[in-house]
């Protein structure tokens, strides 16, 4: 079985297109990162075994398909280059807009959580009257009650 250069010229750029993309998917792991704020240890290591897992099946489907199934070290170091444009033209740029974006969003949380705030309490007064009045009443009831009650024991007391 014969190999010519450029088989293996096709399979190293197949190799780059491959590292380009996992640099592509890794950036949307990146990006859920830095949008949902602080992380948890086992999120990202979570996170980074799934992008594991991702890379050794795409890396083993590329290799069987372009190469037979043979890891070659000059494809491994096309895939790592293909990894390293991206992370480093498009990676930055993607992580750039990502914070950028994150920041904007927060922003707009504060602002809004400010005005739900400001609603809540608008709606909440009527309530809160509504409570004190209910304690009021509540409290003018119970007094009439015991009233009521000394009132009906002195009855029953003098009748006697």
Same mark, same amino acid.
């Given at each position: 079985m014969e190999t010519y250069l450029s088989d293996q010229a096709v399979a190293f750029l197949w190799a780059v297109a491959l590292g380009?993309?996992?640099g592509g998917v890794y950036d949307i792991?990146?990006?859920?990162r830095i949008l949902r704020g602080r992380d948890r240890p086992i999120l990202v290591f979570?996170?980074?075994?799934?992008f594991? @897992?991702?890379?050794?099946?795409a890396t083993a489907s590329c290799f069987t398909w372009t190469n037979f199934g043979q890891v070659r070290l000059f494809l491994l170091v096309g895939e790592g280059?293909?990894?390293?444009?991206?992370?480093?033209? @498009?990676?930055v740029f993607i992580?750039?807009?990502a914070r950028w974006v994150a920041r904007f969003l927060r922003w707009i949380g504060r602002i809004f959580g400010q005005i739900f705030k400001?609603?809540?309490?608008?709606?909440?007064?009527?309530?809160?009257?509504?409570?004190?009045?209910?304690?009021?009443k509540k409290s003018k009831y119970v007094e009439r009650r015991k009233s009521h009650e000394n009132k009906t024991r002195q009855k029953d007391e003098s009748r006697r």
């Amino acid at each position: 079985m014969e190999t010519y250069l450029s088989d293996q010229a096709v399979a190293f750029l197949w190799a780059v297109a491959l590292g380009g993309g996992l640099g592509g998917v890794y950036d949307i792991f990146r990006v859920v990162r830095i949008l949902r704020g602080r992380d948890r240890p086992i999120l990202v290591f979570l996170e980074d075994l799934l992008f594991a @897992l991702i890379a050794a099946l795409a890396t083993a489907s590329c290799f069987t398909w372009t190469n037979f199934g043979q890891v070659r070290l000059f494809l491994l170091v096309g895939e790592g280059l293909g990894f390293a444009l991206w992370h480093y033209t @498009l990676g930055v740029f993607i992580g750039a807009v990502a914070r950028w974006v994150a920041r904007f969003l927060r922003w707009i949380g504060r602002i809004f959580g400010q005005i739900f705030k400001k609603i809540m309490e608008f709606f909440k007064k009527p309530f809160i009257f509504l409570k004190e009045w209910i304690k009021i009443k509540k409290s003018k009831y119970v007094e009439r009650r015991k009233s009521h009650e000394n009132k009906t024991r002195q009855k029953d007391e003098s009748r006697r």
